[in-house]
């Protein structure tokens, strides 16, 4: 069964894909490799007239932007007289790489930009960015505290090409208060799909539990992603892209994305599981409301469902995002990085730019992030600073995140796919998601959407050569 969304989606793609070879032809393209691309000498600052400014494009509004101009404000007292950072919300994250898309035809890029995960492998094609990996390696800058899993999602071949910032991991939320009523363990989180399903059924009332539903989550591509990797899968070949080939093509119609549809659609056809449809908002609300047993969403919203379990008197719970079986992998972290601009702009500010990017790093800078957001430190030695620790210790339902990263082994597969055209897979699968759950079959709803990427695939790959 199709949806009539996936109908509208082609000619929207194919427009996409023209749109990007355009950018991408008048960028040069790039090789997916840091060699020419010399970082400016580190005196550059120093030989600078004047105070340098650095223009700073992000997605971050509301308690999170509130939090990123307290760090930029005292980033700009501490360097009072020499750097000026000025920050500047763009919208969401989509709406971000749109304009920069078009900063880059026209030549006028910020100093820096914040880009979401999956827009990684355009902004190394585009050839408008100066690779961290150049002043790591100028610098001899150790990177040994940054956390392995979340600076191995922004490498290829070993080269980190922006600098992390603000990250999450998919967690299971459940009600505890909810478990309990329907005579289940509340201090024993569901592990696999199984545990999930068993305890959902419990839950929901229709068959006599406590709960609306036992389980729902909204429509949304990166689930299905997090499930793959969670199970070693791949998302697409060779190797999701890490090791400097380009993808050529997708494989989330795997048996182990097939399993998982099968999975959820069951839930939903036995009346066991909601479908609030792909807004995460609506799925969010739903379980906040606290008539939802089990939910699957991103640690970023951690905050926001504690408070809402607090108001709605239900006790919240934490655990590992769901697998098939049991084993040494895990989910992919999501958030977005930190790019440099290259082309257009002076040493000086491309030298500011990167001890902005370095004092975002620091684990005091880290924690202070990491408490006024709910977002995952990229410092390892943040988690030891008092002010997290002490945070923490109110919220200990953070820590399953923190345990959950530290167990992930990294690989080709926990490091997601890096694909150029990753934002119109997402959508695609959701559109396959969604019609498994309206009826389709889920191998070939999955197909049918992995078929029809193809050409999103053969004409990126055609833009950059």
């Given amino acids: 069964m199709r949806s009539t969304s996936r109908a509208r989606r082609l000619p929207m793609m194919a427009a996409g894909a023209a749109a990007l070879a355009l950018t991408l032809s008048a960028c040069g393209g790039g090789s997916g490799s840091t060699s020419g691309s010399d970082a400016p000498g580190a005196d550059a600052l120093e030989n600078a007239e004047g105070v340098t400014t650095v223009n700073f494009w992000h997605s971050m509004d509301g308690t999170n932007g509130e939090t990123l101009n307290k ?44 880009i979401y995960d999956i827009g990684t492998q355009f902004m190394i094609d585009s050839g408008a960015v100066m690779p961290t990996q150049a002043f790591i390696d100028r610098d001899e800058y150790d990177v040994s505290d940054l956390q392995p899993n979340i600076a191995g999602y922004y490498s290829i071949n070993d080269e980190l090409w922006s600098m992390p ?77 890490r090791t400097g080939e380009r993808v050529t093509e997708y494989s989330f119609n795997n048996d182990t994305a097939v399993q998982f549809v099968d999975w959820w659609k069951e839930l939903v056809s036995t009346g066991v599981a909601g479908n609030t449809g792909r807004a995460t908002a609506d799925a969010q609300n739903a379980f ?49 990085s930190l790019w440099i601009s290259d082309e257009g702009h002076s040493d000086a500010e491309k030298e500011a730019t990167w001890q902005f990017m370095q004092y975002l790093a620091e684990p005091a800078t880290q924690a202070t992030w990491h408490v006024g957001t709910g977002y995952f430190p990229i410092s390892k030695a943040a988690l030891e600073e008092p002010e997290d620790i002490a945070w923490r210790e109110q ?34 699968a959701e559109d396959a998601l969604e019609g498994a759950l309206l009826g389709g079959d889920s191998k070939a709803e999955l197909t049918e959407s992995v078929e029809e990427l193809q050409a999103e695939v053969d004409n990126y790959n055609n833009s950059v050569q």
Wanted: glycine share 12%; hydrophobic share 35%.
């Fill in 71 to 114: 760090l930029i404000s005292d980033f700009n007292a501490a360097n009072d007289g020499k750097i000026e950072v000025k920050g500047v919300y763009q919208g969401d994250y989509d709406s971000t790489i749109t304009k920069y898309k078009a900063a880059v035809q026209s030549n006028s890029t910020p100093s820096m930009v914040q």
């Fill in 165 to 241: 910032f603000n990250t999450s991991m998919p967690v299971m939320y459940y009600n505890k208060t909810l478990f309990e009523a329907a005579g289940l363990d509340p201090e024993k989180a569901p592990e696999t799909l199984d545990e999930v399903a068993e305890a959902a059924n419990k839950l929901s009332k229709k068959n006599g539990g406590p709960a609306e539903f036992g389980f729902n989550a909204a429509i949304y591509g990166w689930l299905l992603e997090q499930e793959i990797a969670a199970n070693g899968a791949l998302y697409c070949s060779p190797d999701n892209g």
């Fill in 288 to 336: 906040k409301s606290g008539t939802i047993g089990i939910t699957l969403e991103s640690t970023g919203a951690l905050g926001g469902m504690q408070k809402a379990a607090e108001e709605q008197g239900f006790e919240l719970g934490v655990g590992f995002y769901p697998k098939i079986e049991k084993n040494d992998s895990g989910p992919i972290i999501g958030g977005a």
């Fill in 395 to 428: 919220y200990p339902q953070f820590d399953v995140a923190v345990q959950q990263l530290e167990s992930t082994e990294l690989t080709a597969a926990t490091q997601g796919c890096s694909a150029g055209s990753m934002p119109q897979a997402r959508k695609a």
